[in-house]
């Protein structure tokens, strides 16, 4: 479920691309349309709380909307964190933090790495206009390969835990220097708030695994400030 705002979206639509616009229209009203029915049965119920919600950029109410998001399956890649800390790959002396690490690593469910915003990094996916074909690539093409038509791309933009979680691995070298991320990991500590542990440590851990065969740190050290100890009672 997505709630969408119709003026904005239209008006996005027109900046974002200069030819084709008519049929990305088109494309966009059928899939509305697949959407229609849910949307009128949800209408009675929604009153109350989704004509509370308004837009930031126009204030027009919000309405749901059955959208494409992209999701990534993150267990095997945290469990496979926790593997890691329990193998002694990096050190992680704060009970409480291995502790909560471990446990969300192996309660870890599907990430979503899209979302509706204004402003990121752009998810690298573009759907054909005339056969409706995907193409995920790093490298952007105009045309389609399965039937060369035109390839639209998507406005969704990468969710930004995920850029953080990339940039580490990212500013040593990855992927191009393919032994950077394990040389570098013995001479690196991350310092991190508690909530940080699994918020951002755990990401970095289970990518770096996933993608560089290394998790990208030898320490982890947790910082525990006055607010944060007054807050969980210590």
Do not use: Y
């Not at 870890?108 to 990121?120: E, F, I, K, R, T």
């Amino acid at each position: 479920q997505t709630l969408a705002c119709h003026p904005c979206a239209c008006q996005h639509q027109g900046h974002a691309s200069t030819q084709g616009n008519e049929r990305q229209a088109a494309l966009a009203v059928r899939r509305r349309s697949l959407a229609g029915g849910w949307r009128t049965a949800l209408s009675d119920q929604a009153d109350d709380s989704v004509d509370q919600l308004r837009c930031g950029r126009c204030a027009t109410t919000l309405v749901p909307l059955l959208g494409w998001h992209w999701f990534l399956r993150t267990r095997e890649l945290e469990v496979a964190a926790a593997d890691a800390l329990r193998e002694g790959a990096f050190v992680l002396d704060d009970v409480d933090a291995r502790d909560s690490f471990v446990d969300r690593a192996e309660r870890a469910d599907s990430w979503c790495l899209s979302h509706q915003v204004w402003a990121g990094e752009v998810v690298p996916v573009a759907r054909c206009l005339e056969c409706g074909q995907l193409a995920v690539t790093a490298e952007p093409s105009s045309s389609c390969g399965k039937c060369m038509g035109e390839l639209s791309p998507t406005d969704d933009v990468l969710d930004a835990r995920f850029i953080g979680a990339m940039w580490p691995i990212e500013s040593i070298g990855w992927p191009t220097d393919e032994r950077g991320v394990a040389d570098a990991a013995a001479a690196t500590t991350v310092v991190a708030g508690i909530h940080d542990v699994t918020a951002f440590a755990l990401p970095v851990a289970a990518l770096g695994l996933r993608l560089a065969g290394s998790v990208p740190f030898g320490e982890l050290v947790v910082v525990r400030d006055e607010v944060a100890a007054e807050a969980a009672g210590e």
